[in-house]
Structure formats: C-alpha cells, structure tokens
C-alpha cells in the first residue's frame, strides 16, 4: 500500500517560511509525477507546485517566485520550500503523487499565514 505522510505545517506570520516535506516509498519516487495541492475552507483544492522524475517543475501563478519544490530521489521525500507566506497561503496542503491510473494523496497539513 502506497504511503505519503506529510509534516512541517503550522502557524508562521506574514513573510515568513515554512518548509513542508512529504516522505513516500521508493516506488513512488522512482517514477511517479509529485506534486503539492492545498485547499483553503470553501475552495476547490488547487494545484501548487509539481515536479516530474526528472525534476521538471510547474507553479501556479500565485506562488511563482516564493514557493520552490524540491524532489530528493535518493530519500525519497518531496519537499515544499514556501517563503514570503502570505495571508492568502492559509489552507490545508496535500502531497500527491500520480502516474497513469495511481493517484494517491496524503493526509494532508495545515498551514496558517496569520499575525
């Protein structure tokens, strides 16, 4: 059974930073695209940042210049660097890893962007 467990949320004031991580097996890693989504209360669940195998990456606009998703094959851990946070970040983050018809998520971490 494919694990991802996620860790590093929690309450940071405007312009600071949080690093989240996401440790997975092997088999995820080895291949899988993996990515971060949140989903702030009352809003659809949104694609943050993705990499591939071979570490191509995507943003969303919003986040472009301060979050920054860094993919370790070797420990098999997907992190998400987020830097600036702003009030608007606040949202439940998710690590996800698909491939084909796998699509898998982890529990999921709260991030709190508030003063």
């Known amino acids: 059974q494919v694990q991802l467990v996620e860790s590093g949320g929690g309450l940071v004031q405007p312009g600071g930073s949080l690093r989240l991580s996401c440790a997975g097996s092997r088999t995820i890693f080895s291949g899988y695209f993996m990515g971060w989504y949140r989903q702030a209360p009352g809003k659809q669940r949104e694609l943050v940042a993705q990499t591939d195998s071979i570490g191509a990456t995507r943003y969303a606009d919003s986040v472009k210049g301060r979050f920054t998703i860094i993919r370790d094959n070797a420990k098999n851990t997907l992190f998400l660097q987020m830097n600036s946070l702003k009030p608007e970040d606040t949202a439940v983050y998710y690590c996800?890893?698909?491939?084909?018809?796998?699509?898998?998520w982890g529990q999921g971490t709260q991030v709190t962007v508030s003063s």
């Open positions: 996800n890893a698909h491939l084909l018809n796998s699509n898998y």
